[in-house]
């Protein structure tokens, strides 16, 4: 990042950029008190899952006017990272890195042929990972050993249940982001889903959670000590896997799809990130302008060390058409190519404004499923009439407002 | 004879003492409020301030980034009648306090006594006892995450040997409070030295006259030692439930207020609403607190007023 900012102020002598991290849990807070105190960062990074809120409650800058003035056109960046930026027809974010390859699955190779399984073959349906994670699971007086695959959890910030439902052919979310569509025949069969397999392959919510317990993040991972078979978890695991595990033989593979689901579809492209201007009535132009050079700089630079310079030393899928994310030294990693293919399944799935509080309630829904406090039927409708009485009460207030 | 009118003593009332005072006396008290100046005026930016602006702002639709809208009691009746989350966040704050309290008074009373005997080390066993008291409580909360852990953990080990199964403790709707109440006893040290202090507060001569009388130990404890140390026995009660209404750390950490909103605490869906849903509910978090307070305010008067029952001050 230094490097990245270093070459842009050599590019544009004239500005001098101050970059402050911010801590994970306090970054939203204090973007919003910077805001309301009329004093926000020139630019900062923000999550594309909590654009709406921002631009509902106009804390940020329209980039709509400076990219047609500098030729920002939408086609430089794959269409579902594109649709991220966007909102009520006008452009906030530029996008960087993707909000795409986050539903990838990473499996054990060795353990799929100890099992009696392809390992050059990852199951296409949801049938298929179910007798695959029979053979992988192993239990001891029903206590899990090993885990063949955690359907609770996908990888990213996106619930689970939005996943599987995506995987399904299903739709959570109007694209107005005004009604709830989850409770329908797919939300059902991907929450059943979710459900019989917890329960019948996994020994129950409980005991996956117990077993999760015992593990870690990072180099203490199930997947990375041979607890887990399959792991769900976006791009970013490739490296993951090769710091933490570097001697497993690892396959690379989109989603299953469910009964219900499009072979063509089966990750979400859900939230990312992107660079944004906070809105500042006070800001002088050349402060401005300033502001959106460096936004330029960080999300659409692909010849100097700019956004695909940047995404290329991390190795990672870039937001941008023209950009090869695994390129580095003139080689492409030798895996990219299967995680950019898995990323063509993605779809874009909408965001809420009160996106929080809307993962609360789908997060008690599958909960409340899961631990067996109400039938899945049941729970999806109570949760979809929860959702749906939130987002009314919004708009209302928005509306009114 | 002459006739003189005595004036009764009577100080003349007054809206303003500070004038009745002499000069020196004024200057005297310029200074006292001059040293304390500083304290004060943080008291008033930083305490008093907040505090109205809170009030203030528990009657609005305040988001931050928006000024917010004069919305009247909505906000205080959107909690009663139309949040879910608001009752069962009470509730379990509610049985938290009731648990934790009941747990630290009853674990400190009996330590202290154990303290208060004379044993070898006895200031190593008090330290020790006390040190886990000032442990950070990130740090406890991560300690506790492998006391608590229901593959490896250290209690199930403990339990183990009284033939109890493994608990699942914070991964289980059922066991995931009773988890947090007994990692409520880590905090005992501090109940404790206030029930050691007290306990040491006790003449001797009352425990040597009952002794005279043929009172065993069991009497003496029923009988003089529980009496006389209800005062202390009331204050830690009044300072637990204050504290114990405002767990937030643990259930942050450990358990997210999860599973199945077995341990969302009061506070922690207050932080929600403040700082982690999208707008911000700030209006609505600051009713949130006001009503904590009242609930705090109207509890601790209940213990007050009931405290002429039980507790003895010795005269």
């Known amino acids: 990042m230094e490097q990245q900012i270093a070459a842009f102020q050599a590019a544009n002598p004239w500005i001098t950029v101050n970059m402050t991290l911010q801590p994970w849990e306090q970054r939203l807070e204090t973007l919003l008190t910077s805001v309301a105190a009329g004093d926000p960062p020139h630019v900062t990074m923000l999550g594309r899952q909590d654009l709406p809120s921002f631009v509902l409650q106009n804390a940020l800058t329209p980039l709509d006017e400076f990219m047609e003035r500098d030729g920002i056109t939408p086609d430089m960046f794959l269409e579902s990272e594109w649709r991220g930026a966007q909102y009520n027809g006008q452009t906030w974010i530029l996008p960087q890195p993707t909000g795409g390859a986050l539903n990838i699955a990473w499996y054990n190779k060795t353990m799929f042929a100890e099992a009696g399984l392809d390992p050059e073959s990852f199951p296409d349906t949801w049938e298929e990972l179910w007798e695959a994670a029979q053979a992988l699971t192993i239990q001891t007086d029903g206590f899990l050993d090993r885990v063949g695959v955690n359907v609770a959890t996908t990888g990213g910030e996106t619930p689970a249940f939005i996943v599987w439902l995506n995987a399904n052919g299903g739709d959570w979310l109007s694209e107005d982001g005004r009604t709830i569509l989850f409770n329908s025949p797919q939300g059902l069969e991907a929450l059943q889903f979710m459900v019989d397999f917890t329960n019948e392959i996994n020994g129950g919510i409980e005991e996956v959670q117990s077993f999760y317990s015992q593990t870690g993040e990072w180099e203490n991972g199930p997947f990375y000590n041979n607890y887990e078979a399959i792991m769900l978890n976006g791009s970013w695991a490739l490296f993951l896997i090769q710091d933490f595990s570097p001697d497993i033989e690892f396959g690379i593979a989109p989603l299953p799809i469910g009964p219900s689901g499009n072979p063509d579809v089966r990750g979400t492209a859900w939230g990312g990130w992107g660079y944004t201007i906070p809105r500042n009535d006070d800001l002088p132009e050349a402060e401005l302008e300033a502001a959106w050079l460096l936004t330029k700089w960080l999300t659409t630079e692909i010849e100097d060390e700019g956004a695909c310079w940047f995404i290329q030393q991390q190795q990672r899928p870039s937001p941008l058409s023209e950009c090869d994310g695994y390129l580095l030294d003139g080689v492409t990693h030798p895996r990219a190519e299967e995680i950019l293919n898995v990323m063509l399944y993605d779809r874009w799935v909408p965001i809420a404004p009160i996106q929080p509080q809307l993962n609360e309630v789908i997060t008690n829904m599958t909960d409340e499923a899961m631990f067996g406090v109400k039938s899945a039927e049941q729970a999806l409708a109570d949760g979809a009439a929860a959702a749906q009485a939130l987002l009314d009460a919004f708009w209302a207030e928005q509306d009114a407002s | ?315």
Request: proline letters at 5%; hydrophobic letters at 55%.
């Open chain 2, 1 to 315: 004879m002459s006739s003189a009118t005595v004036q009764p003593l009577v100080r003349k009332r007054t809206l303003n003492p500070f004038r009745d005072l002499s000069p020196a006396r004024r200057r005297e008290a310029l200074y006292g409020f001059l040293f304390i100046s500083p304290w004060l005026i943080g008291l008033v930016i930083f305490t008093l301030g907040p505090f109205i602006a809170s009030l203030i702002l528990s009657f609005t639709n305040y988001s931050i980034l928006q000024p917010g809208r004069w919305v009247g009691f909505d906000n205080y009746i959107r909690a009663f009648t139309n949040d879910d989350l608001f009752w069962i966040s009470l509730r379990n704050t509610v049985v938290y306090v009731v648990g934790s309290v009941t747990i630290r008074v009853i674990l400190g009373f009996v330590l202290a006594l154990l303290l208060n005997t004379k044993i070898r080390f006895l200031a190593l066993w008090r330290t020790l006892f006390y040190i886990p008291s000032i442990v950070p409580i990130v740090a406890t909360t991560i300690i506790w995450l492998y006391v608590l852990n229901p593959r490896f953990g250290l209690l199930n080990w403990f339990l183990g040997f009284f033939g109890v199964p493994r608990l699942r403790w914070l991964t289980s709707p059922d066991t995931a409070m009773l988890g947090l109440l007994v990692m409520s006893s880590w905090w005992v040290g501090t109940t404790m030295i206030i029930f050691l202090a007290g306990l040491q507060g006790i003449p001797e001569d009352y425990h040597d006259a009952a002794k005279i009388d043929g009172a065993n130990a069991w009497q003496r404890l029923l009988r003089i030692t529980i009496p006389l140390m209800t005062p202390t026995i009331f204050f830690n009660v009044i300072i637990g439930i204050i504290n114990a209404f405002q767990v937030f750390t643990q259930a942050l950490i450990m358990t997210n207020g999860g599973p199945l909103n077995a341990t969302r605490f009061y506070m922690l869906y207050l932080y929600d609403n403040a700082f982690g849903y999208l707008p911000p509910q700030m209006g609505y978090a600051s009713a949130l607190a006001w009503i904590l307070f009242v609930i705090i305010f109207v509890l601790s008067l209940v213990v007050v007023r009931s405290s002429d029952r039980w507790v003895f001050y010795g005269n």
